[in-house]
C-alpha cells in the first residue's frame, strides 16, 4: 500500500471576505504547491480550518482539491471528527473523492483508553482501502500519545504512517520503534525538526511554509535523498526565519498572510481565529522577499 513521503504543505483554505470558501483561490494554492516541486499535499487538516466548517463544507473541499490535483501528486484529506462513525463517513468520502490518504486524528476531548483509540484507528483503517495517517497533535488535542502506542496503531493493517507534530525525543523513539516496518513512515509537523526528522531516519514533514516556500522544500528533500548534508543544512538555515515567523501568530492567519505577500489568495481566518496584523504582514513580506535575493 502507498505510503506518503516527502514534502507536503498543509494547505489553508482561502477564504472571501464574507467567509465563504474561494474555490478558486484553493485551486491556485494546490497548484501552486504542485507546480513547485511538493510530494502532495494535505487539505481538511488544522490549517484549513476544518473545525470551523460544516461536513458539507469539509466535502466540498477535499472534493476540490482531489479534482484539482488530479494524478499529479497524492492527496491526503483531512477526515478526523470526534465519532468514530461520522470519521468514516468523511473518510469513505475521501476514498470516493480521489483521495490516496485520510489524516485522522485520534480521539480527543471525552478521554478514552488505548484500547478505545486503537479501536477507533481500526474501524476507519477497515472500513475503507485507502491509507490511513495518524494525527498526533498534543499541544491541541492534550493528548500524548507515547510511541509504544502508536506502535500498537501502526501494525493495524491500512495505518500507513503518522504525522507526528510533537517533540524531537518522541519522534525520535517512534522512528526507532517502526524503523523495521516497511508499510509506515514517520513525518514531522514541526518545521524546525525537518532536517533533524531526516537524520533520525524519519520521511518526510507536512507544515505550513511549504505553501509558501516549495522550491526551497523540494531542493532540501532532493539533497537529503542525495546524501548532501551541506546543502540540506544550508537551505534549512536559510528558511530558520520563515519557520518561526509562522508561530508568532496565531495559524493560519500567519500562513495565509505569507500567500498573500506572494501574490496568492489567502483571505481572512474564521472566527474565532483572527487574521495577521499589519505589523506581521509588513514582517512577512520583508523575510519572503529577503529570501528571494
Do not use: W
Request: charged share 20%; net charge negative.
Amino acid at each position: 500500500m502507498l505510503k506518503p513521503y516527502g514534502m507536503i504543505p498543509a494547505l489553508p483554505t482561502p477564504l472571501n471576505d464574507d467567509y465563504s470558501i474561494n474555490f478558486e483561490g484553493v485551486t491556485e494554492v494546490v497548484n501552486h504547491a504542485v507546480d513547485n516541486g511538493m510530494d502532495g499535499v494535505l487539505v481538511g487538516g488544522s490549517t484549513g480550518e476544518y473545525s470551523l466548517m460544516s461536513v458539507e463544507e469539509r466535502k466540498s473541499v477535499i472534493q476540490h482539491v482531489c479534482e484539482t490535483a488530479g494524478n499529479r501528486v497524492p492527496v491526503m484529506a483531512g477526515t478526523g471528527c470526534h465519532r468514530t462513525e461520522d470519521t468514516i463517513e468523511l473518510t469513505q468520502f475521501a476514498e470516493k473523492a480521489g483521495a490516496s490518504f485520510a489524516l485522522v486524528i485520534n480521539p480527543y476531548y471525552m478521554p478514552t483508553s488505548d484500547e478505545g483509540i486503537i479501536e477507533h484507528y481500526r474501524q476507519v483503517a477497515e472500513s475503507v482501502e485507502i491509507g490511513i495517517v495518524i494525527y498526533h497533535y498534543p499541544d491541541a488535542t492534550g493528548v500524548t500519545m507515547p510511541p509504544e502506542l502508536l506502535k500498537k496503531i501502526s501494525e493495524i493493517e491500512g495505518v500507513v504512517g503518522i504525522k507526528n507534530t510533537a517533540d524531537g525525543q518522541h519522534t525520535s523513539e517512534l522512528i526507532g520503534l517502526t524503523k523495521d516496518d516497511e508499510n509506515f513512515s514517520v513525518l514531522t509537523g514541526f518545521e524546525h525538526l525537518i532536517l533533524a526528522t531526516f537524520a533520525m531516519g524519519g520521511h518526510g514533514a507536512i507544515g505550513v511554509v511549504h505553501n509558501l516556500v516549495p522550491k526551497e522544500l523540494s531542493e532540501l528533500y532532493q539533497s537529503v535523498k542525495d546524501n548532501d548534508l551541506n546543502n540540506a543544512t544550508r537551505i534549512n538555515q536559510k528558511l530558520l526565519q520563515v519557520y518561526s515567523a509562522m508561530e508568532a501568530e496565531p495559524v493560519p492567519g500567519t500562513v495565509k498572510a505569507g500567500l498573500e505577500a506572494i501574490g496568492l489568495p489567502g483571505g481572512p481566518s474564521r472566527r474565532p481565529l483572527v487574521s495577521a496584523s499589519n505589523h506581521f504582514n509588513e514582517n512577512i513580506s520583508k523575510i519572503l522577499s529577503e529570501l528571494n535575493n
